[in-house]
């Protein structure tokens, strides 16, 4: 029903309703002052129906508006509306009939030239004095016939050169209705005006409240939204307050711990089961040791309370260092750690005890994920300007999904091994390192291995 959608703005609209009502052919008969009161009418309808407040007329009204309009100035017996609907067919939308017509035989009358509008495409006349020309016009005659009715016409009424409805009006006084013809076919464009007016009224306040209600939705996700990120702050500060104080409770009992074992171990009188039982509490009280540190850690860098404490020093120095911090690590899982740097490697200005923590959290990780009797490299070398890169390279399986390695979200799922403490230091050490003002690439080594690519600046920016 989309054709009397696109009818010009109501200034046209008025002109053109103004314009059809002084209809030149010489079959309707009615007077100037008819039109001239029929085009009042009309156009004030026409403004009426456009700038009246509130949700608007159905359809069915305003076609009955405009029937009055032809019933009062012609005492029409009947008069129905057609509109197109969304099959293409010409339906009923409304009907004005006085209460002495014969509801069914109208109706059906309306219906059969209605058939005969949409096959020719113009109008439908019904005169008992002239002969028929239509190829259902013996039909009509019988339904004419079976009624008091003497006349009747089809006018059709078109919006951009298609068929969008069609005005039925049948009389039981030829003549009159001759003399009303006029005033039909100018009713017709103005009904067609009045529905493409309703329907984009409607479908604006289709849309105004689809609008009203989508931002009323987001405005209560929004409101959702807030609480929920109040409670998350809420609950992060209770984590890194609980991280503080437990870590502070733990280390207490456990550097005690970690004493008592040093002095068992420097005893000589030890048999090997208590020593090797001394070393593994010892080995355990260190391991737990760093695994509050790493929690301790991970709490104030989400809580951006780390700070840096910039200094010169010698990278490959670092470097060396740092292998040496994992060369037990190494050669219990009977890895080859090889460490090099390139000769015009240079001091640096950074936080050296953060980026000692990042080198040896990403050596763990590549030790850790390399088979025995395979090799870990790294190398450091300038990257160009004001940046240096620290390649390290194992020869381990592909990994299957890179992207999330440094996702958070799987620390504390379950995981078959126990403790994931290194994938807990491995994300400490990509956030330090964003800190620092760097960055890490992966990369696959063919046909195995995997190579993480460390950039930092040499010198902190000016940001």
């Excluded at 991280?243 to 002095?263: K, N, Q, V």
């Amino acid at each position: 029903m989309s054709d009397v959608n696109g009818v010009g703005d109501v200034a046209e609209q008025a002109q053109t309703a103004a314009a059809v009502a002084s209809p030149t052919d010489a079959t309707g008969s009615t007077t100037p002052d008819e039109q001239h009161a029929l085009s009042a009418e009309v156009i004030s309808l026409l403004y009426e129906q456009a700038f009246a407040p509130g949700e608007g007329r159905p359809e069915g009204e305003i076609c009955e508006s405009f029937s009055n309009i032809l019933l009062r100035h012609w005492d029409l017996c009947c008069i129905e509306t057609y509109l197109r609907g969304d099959d293409g067919r010409l339906r009923q939308s409304a009907g004005q009939r006085h209460p002495h017509v014969d509801v069914e035989n109208a109706r059906r009358i309306g219906e059969l030239m209605v058939v005969e509008v949409e096959r020719e495409g113009g109008e439908c006349h019904f005169w008992p004095d002239e002969p028929d020309t239509c190829p259902g016009a013996e039909e009509i005659r019988e339904t004419f016939a079976q009624t008091t009715l003497k006349a009747g016409v089809a006018v059709p009424i078109f919006a951009h050169g298609a068929l969008a409805g069609a005005v039925v009006v049948v009389s039981t006084d030829p003549e009159r209705l001759r003399n009303a013809l006029g005033g039909i076919r100018c009713v017709g464009p103005a009904i067609v005006i009045a529905i493409g007016n309703a329907r984009r009224g409607a479908a604006m306040r289709e849309q105004r409240h689809r609008i009203e209600s989508l931002v009323g939705e987001l405005r209560q996700r929004t409101a959702a939204l807030e609480d929920a990120n109040r409670e998350l702050l809420r609950v992060g500060r209770y984590r890194s307050l609980f991280l503080a104080r437990m870590s502070h409770e733990l280390r207490t009992p456990l550097t005690s711990i970690l004493g008592f074992a040093e002095i068992l171990l420097d005893q000589e009188d030890l048999t090997e089961t208590q020593r090797r039982f001394c070393s593994k509490i010892q080995s355990s009280g260190f391991q737990l040791h760093a695994s509050l540190n790493q929690l301790v850690d991970l709490s104030r860098l989400e809580a951006g309370q780390t700070e840096l404490f910039l200094h010169e020093f010698s990278l490959r120095e670092t470097l060396r260092e740092s292998c040496a911090a994992v060369a037990r690590l190494a050669q219990k899982q009977e890895v080859k750690l090889e460490c090099c740097s390139a000769p015009e490697l240079t001091h640096i200005v950074s936080d050296e005890g953060k980026l000692r923590q990042v080198l040896y959290n990403f050596l763990a990780f590549s030790i850790g994920r390399s088979p025995a009797g395979c090799g870990v490299k790294v190398h450091a070398a300038p990257a160009g300007g004001n940046s240096l890169r620290i390649e390290i390279s194992d020869e381990g399986e592909p990994l299957k999904d890179p992207m999330h390695l440094f996702d958070p979200v799987d620390v504390d799922a379950p995981n078959e091994r126990g403790t994931n403490m290194n994938e807990l230091g491995l994300i400490i050490a990509h956030r330090l390192l964003g800190v620092l003002g760097g960055s890490v690439t992966l990369k696959d080594i063919e046909p195995r291995g995997l190579a993480v690519h460390l950039n930092l600046p040499a010198r902190p920016t000016e940001s």
